[in-house]
């Protein structure tokens, strides 16, 4: 609406000057030479104003004229520009879908129509990584890395070839150049950091996670927990080189991550050596609130030098009870509990803590439960069993990055390269399909499991045991700490003696004689005396009684004198003489 005013208001205006020129009196008179004109001011101004559009007219075709071969040139070039970034869309496109020779096809036309463009460059070398022509796209990313505008492009590709080509230390150079261009790049941070990370290169990681904070590539919680993980494995490779230092780099990392495991083991080791029982306890706890590990159990229950295993089995049951409310009965506390049962001969309170666990065990909880019947009991067939079912069994919590499972915890993941990669969880490898599936048991291990335990046999002391049988006396022999051969009259007699003879009398076979007798069977009848089972053989240097030596059959029975003074006894039988 504006503009049509304006426009009306123009109009007004020209109007009514033109009006007042038509009412000025007068002529205008132009003499050129010979040449006289006399136009009235009205014609004047209208010839005035014909001449004027004449003038500009000519003006703008001369400069047409003038300018028609570079507008030329710059239409061919927009054209060819147009056709580049049409052959660059469709071939990322391309790239995108993994169309190798339409691919290739853009890259050639971009190439053509665009040589200079960065884009024809990237769409080049990613072509060539497409077909796999390695050569070709390490030349792409060269050529991208001389210009300045792609230099930093340019070097990313590189440093990927390198990767690819296995070149760890190209790689790393070509990161550093990155770094010493643009700080804030990411990639080659953490490509350099996990480079010196992996050299071991401590304080040169600490350096460049420093960076980092400055460039503004991690915030503050994460720069704490990284660098409280680069404190911590230097702290682990120091502590038997340079304690002082390793002692110091663990208390500054417990501040900064008080929930690292490895950290909370060190300082609480580094405060009880110093005796600073309560404190080395109070850093154990509170990553125990957050990461229930064995190693944090292991080292909460010998906070304390000298103790007994009773006392660590306390310890660990209070340690165990401070588990946090949504990890009630984790299985961490019960197997510490377990293992410390074990070690102060606890095993009804080892079973107790096992129990829960024992339909659906792991590797952990069979091992725990086979070492228990095997020094319980001494019952070798269970432990057996419970051994087998712990090589089937679901597999523990590990250290886990990227894939990777370790026996320790490391600063870096050795896949990626990355920090604080590694948790403690189940690998993923060993999950079951089915999470509701339990592995079922052999025949064998429940038969070793269904049968009774045996029963132990406690050693007795010479004031309470009784012996039953007079063996006959053996004739002297030539050293103390000889053996002396038992005369039989045959061969024959000597192999019935091997088993006690059965009562005729009785249809049912008799019960096995006991060696020796208790108090609590002094005033039972003595039972009748066994025969000496096998005859004691001399030392091989002792010439024995008589000339003759044992038969041939009494020699296939017992074996020969030289195996059987095998051992200590034969040892000092020969070093006694």
């Not at 000519?58 to 040139?73: E, K, N, V, Y």
């Not at 960065?118 to 210009?147: I, K, T, V």
């Not at 049962?341 to 091992?367: G, H, K, M, N, W």
């Not at 019960?511 to 007798?517: E, G, V, Y």
Request: charged residues 25%; glycine residues 6%; neutral net charge.
């Amino acid at each position: 609406m504006l503009r049509i005013v304006l426009f009306l208001v123009l109009i007004a205006l020209a109007a009514a000057g033109a009006a007042w020129v038509a009412d000025q009196p007068g002529e205008v008179v132009l003499t050129w030479g010979g040449w006289r004109a006399s136009p009235t001011i009205p014609v004047f101004v209208l010839l005035l104003g014909v001449f004027a559009v004449a003038v500009v007219l000519l003006w703008s075709i001369l400069t047409a004229t003038w300018r028609l071969p570079g507008r030329m040139r710059r239409r061919r070039h927009d054209k060819r520009h147009a056709r580049g970034r049409h052959a660059i869309t469709h071939g990322l496109l391309a790239i995108g879908h993994g169309d190798t020779a339409l691919a290739r096809r853009h890259a050639a036309a971009a190439r053509r129509h665009a040589p200079n463009d960065p884009l024809a460059l990237l769409l080049h070398a990613q072509s060539a990584q497409l077909e796999g022509n390695r050569g070709e796209a390490q030349r792409a990313f060269r050529a991208m890395a001389e210009r300045e505008d792609t230099r930093l492009l340019g070097l990313r590709g590189l440093f990927i070839e390198a990767q690819r080509a296995d070149d760890a230390v190209g790689a790393v150079m070509i990161a550093e150049e990155a770094i010493k261009l643009s700080p804030s790049s990411t990639w080659a941070s953490q490509a350099v950091l996990g480079f010196r990370c992996a050299r071991g290169d401590w304080s040169g990681a600490l350096a460049i996670l420093d960076s980092n904070l400055s460039a503004g590539l991690i915030d503050k919680p994460a720069y704490r927990r990284q660098r409280g993980v680069l404190l911590t494995a230097r702290a682990l490779e120091l502590q038997t080189m340079d304690r002082d230092v390793a002692r110091e780099s663990v208390m500054e990392a417990i501040k900064l991550a008080p929930t690292l495991v490895p950290a909370a083991v060190l300082a609480a080791k580094f405060e009880s050596e110093a005796h600073q029982v309560r404190r080395a306890m109070k850093l154990v706890e509170a990553a125990w609130l957050a990461n229930p590990h064995p190693d944090l159990a292991d080292a909460y229950a010998h906070v304390k030098l000298g103790d007994t295993a009773w006392h660590r089995l306390q310890r660990i049951e209070t340690l165990a009870a401070k588990t946090p409310a949504d990890k009630v009965g984790h299985i961490e506390g019960q197997i510490a509990i377990a293992r410390a049962a074990i070690d102060a001969s606890e095993f009804a309170r080892a079973r107790e803590v096992l129990a829960p666990y024992l339909s659906d065990p792991t590797q952990r909880v069979a091992l725990l439960m086979a070492e228990i019947e095997r020094t319980e009991h001494g019952d070798g067939g269970r432990a057996r069993a419970w051994t087998l079912r712990a090589v089937r069994a679901r597999h523990d919590p590990a250290w886990t990055a990227d894939g990777y499972v370790s026996d320790r915890w490391r600063p870096v993941s050795p896949v990626t390269g990355r920090l604080d990669a590694f948790q403690w969880q189940t690998p993923v490898a060993s999950l079951p399909s089915d999470r509701g599936a339990t592995i079922e048991s052999s025949a064998f291990e429940e038969a070793m499991l269904a049968a009774p335990p045996p029963k132990r046999v406690t050693a007795t002391t010479e004031s309470q045991v009784e012996p039953t049988v007079t063996a006959p006396a053996p004739e002297p022999a030539a050293q103390d700490n000889s053996p002396v051969i038992a005369k039989e009259e045959s061969a024959a007699a000597t192999a019935e003696t091997v088993q006690p003879t059965p009562e005729p009398a009785e249809s049912s076979p008799p019960a096995a004689t006991p060696m020796f007798r208790t108090r609590a069977d002094l005033g039972k009848p003595a039972a009748a005396p066994i025969p000496a089972v096998i005859p004691i053989v001399r030392a091989p240097d002792d010439p024995g009684i008589d000339d003759e030596g044992p038969s041939d059959e009494f020699t296939e029975q017992i074996g020969t004198p030289k195996a059987q003074a095998g051992g200590w006894r034969g040892f000092w039988s020969r070093w006694g003489a």
